[in-house]
């Protein structure tokens, strides 16, 4: 029996934690699970941008292993705290838990450094509310990481492995405060000159990298006058992508015009090119400026008319809204 496991792409899940760690982008967990329930072998499941989804991907028949991105608030400051999570489905039967619990030293070795390691087999337990508490607990404590941790694993068991030391570092590519430039091929611009004109049909555009490349330029991918289900077609799930809508709301029963910002990186999107697109954040706000609302999506559910029009009616007559 194997006493080890290995990841199947090892690079992916390193760019995938990396990212996490990364302060420039907005990843906040990655999800590690074993491939086709083999204790030596393991795979990145799941890269997340809302730590409340966690919960929501867990399997209550599998172990699996969770690296999440949480703020916490210390002397009046809030600082980045990373948490390491063991994740054991109660519906795992008892001889392969302790199969699983042979390898895990090799498996928790690749999610150093954290603050924070909690293992469990309860969804409550990834609570952003029990989380934060124990973090703040375990601000400014002496560490507690034993010398080995074969023995010590129990449910709800909880282990501080760093000593506070403020904001971590940033563990990617580092940026500067206005962020990277990148180049916009003009038929973009025209596009979005023309989703602005009152004079045009033109409803919407999207834009995406030229060959997927996070280098640029930004090319064309297409514009139209239909709705926010032709956005949908022309997004890929591999691909980042960037899109303007122009919708209408009612405000005191006057039609007005309002822009959707859309920042789309589908599900297939690499975690390493996640990073990378971060730094353009400023470039293309000002490309794709003003606009009243922003949405940053990976599902065509994100941006369902229903949703976007939500969004656009909370924003409607609040001025500061408008970026």
């Known amino acids: 029996m194997s006493t080890s496991a290995t990841f199947e792409n090892l690079e992916e899940f390193q760019e995938a934690a990396t990212s996490v760690r990364n302060d420039a982008t907005d990843d906040a967990f990655v999800i590690v699970g074993h491939v086709n329930n083999n204790p030596a072998q393991v795979a990145v499941v ?25 703020e916490s608030s210390f002397d009046m400051s809030k600082t980045v705290k990373f948490v390491y999570f063991r994740w054991l489905g109660e519906e795992v039967p008892f001889t392969k838990k302790g199969k699983f619990g042979v390898v895990h030293g090799s498996i928790q070795e690749k999610f150093n450094p954290y603050h924070l390691f909690i293992e469990t087999g309860s969804v409550d337990d990834f609570k952003i509310e029990k989380i934060q508490q124990q973090l703040e607990e375990n601000t400014g404590k002496k560490s507690k990481v034993l010398e080995s941790t ?21 563990s990617g590519p580092q940026i ?27 409803s919407w555009v999207v834009a995406e990298y030229q060959d997927g490349n996070p280098k640029g330029p ?40 309002k822009f959707v910002y859309i920042i789309w990186v589908g599900n297939s999107v690499k975690p390493m090119t996640k990073a990378k697109i971060s730094t353009h954040k400023g470039t293309l706000e000002a490309a ?36």
Do not use: C, W
């Open 46 to 70: 799941k890269v997340g941008q809302n730590v409340e989804d966690i919960a929501d991907n867990l399997d209550n028949s599998q172990v699996m292993y969770i690296l999440a991105r949480y």
């Open 176 to 202: 500067s405060s206005e962020g990277a430039s990148i180049q916009i091929d003009p038929q973009v611009v025209d596009a979005i000159s023309l989703v602005r004109s009152d004079e045009s049909p033109v």
């Open 150 to 170: 074969q023995g010590h694993q129990m449910r709800g068991f909880t282990q501080t492995q760093l000593p506070d030391r403020g904001r971590a570092a940033k």
């Open 288 to 323: 794709f400026g003003p606009f009243h609302v922003t949405i940053f999506a990976t599902d065509a559910s994100d941006i369902s008319e229903k949703i976007i029009m939500e969004k656009v009616s909370s924003a409607s007559g609040t001025k500061s809204n408008v970026k």
């Open 218 to 257: 930004l090319v064309l991918t297409g514009h139209g006058e239909g709705d926010s289900q032709d956005i949908s077609a022309a997004l890929a799930d591999d691909k980042p992508m960037y899109a303007l809508y122009r919708a209408t709301d009612m405000v005191d029963d006057i039609t007005t015009v």
